[in-house]
């Protein structure tokens, strides 16, 4: 029997409406496989924590952490905490105390009315995009002088390391090799004249060791253009902490809303537990509700699964979103729908287990 051991962070806003519906999917598939087994652990961290203790996550949370195979994680940012506060000191912490420094966030079209690129299929709308998730912009580095004063000067500073930046284009190598598609390198060396040279230099160099992958580098202006004119010309792409953040929310956007939208946040070597969110945020005005879609949530567990190499359960759940796609009944109003998370959740355990 294999047991997966997962920490629960529901977090703040919708985060713990959508876990609850994820956490459904994969007790439903331990009730079919015998050989499959998944305990639970949740902590309670996240806004509200912050409000009553002053911090996101517990002293010795990350110790904790730890000790488990896999994070799931719904969603943090809440009014009343700077949302800086609560990003750094939960999410963005975990990822790099756990070193989790590679992002995978498929951008799939689901179904061919949730785009609103009317000419566009399912066929043109099918890339992974691969996020450093460690360092670039997102280092935090930086300073704030002279507040208050007219000489004020804020400096955020992008770090790009030889070894980061070369594991993560490794990485996204060997993974257009493993599917067999071409690769994409996202950047912006035309301006930044230091960080995307470098970049751009090492999407070459490693380059070398894969003459049998296709390649295409595009300024990421030009690539925001392309994604919504002609996302065909993407199938696995690499690219920085930032870009990678602002292209997946247009990937969502073309594929039918940050509510299909998911991320794991991946340690390869496993040394460290690896972290599955969806990739949307709180949603305080849809808080409380019980209308927030539980989609990019679930899909985050069939991320999981195929972390853990159970793709074919990982394949079952990814069939079984599209298919729900497919029944406007079942699906929340974001969607066009009218039913509620849990129902969209209790249908797709029905449906599962067809
Ligand atoms: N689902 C996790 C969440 O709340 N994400 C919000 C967010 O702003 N994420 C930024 C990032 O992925 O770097």
């Known amino acids: 029997m294999k047991t997966i051991n997962i920490a ?66 719904g969603a943090v940012g ?27 966030r498929p951008v799939k079209l689901l179904n061919q009315s949730l785009t609103p690129l009317k000419s566009k299929t399912e066929e043109d709308i099918d890339f992974l995009v691969i996020r450093e998730n460690s360092e670039g912009e997102y280092a935090g580095a930086g300073d704030w002088l002279f507040k208050g004063k007219p000489e004020e000067v804020v400096l955020q500073t992008g770090v790009f390391s030889r070894k980061g930046t070369e594991r993560i284009i490794r990485y996204a190598y060997e993974e257009a090799r ?51 004119s002609d996302p065909g010309r993407f199938e696995v792409v690499v690219t920085s902490n930032l870009f990678g953040d602002i292209i997946t929310d247009l990937g969502a956007g073309i594929t039918g809303g940050l509510g299909l939208a998911t991320g794991a946040n991946v340690n390869p070597e496993k040394e460290f537990p690896s972290m599955f969110e969806p990739v949307h945020g709180s949603a305080p005005d849809i808080a409380g509700k019980g209308v927030a879609n539980p989609l990019a949530a679930i899909w985050s567990v069939s991320q999981l699964l ?49």
């Not at 652990?41 to 517990?58: I, V």
């Not at 004249?193 to 030009?222: C, H, Q, R």
């Not at 190499?309 to 929340?332: H, M, N, P, Y």
């Open 8 to 73: 629960l962070i529901p977090g703040d806003g919708i985060g713990s409406e959508v876990v609850a519906e994820g956490v459904k999917v994969l007790q439903a598939i331990e009730a079919m496989d015998d050989s499959l087994s998944f305990s639970f652990t949740e902590f309670p961290w996240g806004c509200e924590y912050y409000l009553e203790h002053g911090k996101m996550m517990a002293d010795d949370g990350i110790e904790k952490l730890k000790s488990f195979d896999a994070i799931y994680l």
């Open 78 to 104: 809440y009014p009343g905490v700077p949302d800086h506060i609560s990003l750094w000191d939960l999410l963005l912490r975990i990822r790099k105390e756990f070193d989790q420094y590679v992002n995978l």
């Open 178 to 228: 493993r599917s067999k598609r071409t690769l994409t390198s996202i950047s912006k060396g035309n301006a930044l004249n230091y960080s995307m040279v470098f970049w751009d230099e090492v999407f070459e160099e490693v380059g070398k060791e894969y003459p049998d992958v296709e390649t295409y580098s595009y300024l990421v202006d030009a690539a925001s253009l392309y994604m919504v």
């Open 306 to 354: 195929d972390f853990f190499g159970e793709e074919k359960w990982g394949a079952v759940v990814l069939e079984t979103i599209k298919s729900i796609i497919g029944d406007t009944e079942r699906l929340t109003p974001d969607l066009k729908g009218k039913a509620s998370t849990a129902e969209v959740g209790d249908w797709f355990v029905e449906l599962l287990k067809k």
